[in-house]
């Protein structure tokens, strides 16, 4: 795919990046809204990674950093465009981030139901880890 283009999400994407979450991505969450996306590139500029094919945005990753440990949301490739490569090309530019910035493990959210994405992250070398479980409080209505 020599077309095509990895860069960093800018403020004016957000709205693309939101409508395509809504057709690519499996779920959504409580800060999966545009202030949420905005406080997101505003604190971290080069987290919300995109994927474009002639213009095209045709995939995401969210490659957190908290200055101890590496976070992966929201990687979502377009149905009609999945087994590309576009997914493995978004994890590199994540992965390579990462260890510019001193990271050492890659973690990633994944849904336990989603098979398919369980697939695509062993695929790229990542595996589960059974003896953790995520636990939440919403601290907002």
């Keep these: 795919m020599d ?8 403020p004016g994407d957000l709205d693309a990046v939101l409508a395509f979450w809504k ?5 959504t969450s409580i800060s999966d809204d545009r202030a949420g996306v905005e ?8 987290a919300l990674i995109l994927a474009e094919l002639g213009g095209e945005l045709v995939g995401t990753v969210i490659a957190g950093f908290d200055g101890w440990r590496c976070h992966l949301y929201r990687l979502a490739v377009h ?3 999945r087994r590309r490569g576009i997914g493995s090309a978004l994890l590199a530019a994540a992965e390579e981030r990462f260890v510019e910035l ?5 973690d990633a959210m994944v849904l336990t139901e989603n098979e398919r994405a369980h697939h695509a992250w062993r695929a ?10 995520r636990w939440i409080k919403p601290l907002t209505d």
């Design 3 to 10: 077309d095509l283009r990895i860069r960093a999400a800018a």
């Design 23 to 27: 057709d690519a991505a499996e779920g």
């Design 39 to 46: 406080r997101l590139v505003a604190r971290d500029p080069d």
């Design 79 to 81: 149905p009609g465009r």
């Design 102 to 106: 001193g990271g050492r493990r890659g």
């Design 124 to 133: 790229a070398g990542y595996a589960p880890q059974p003896q953790w479980r």
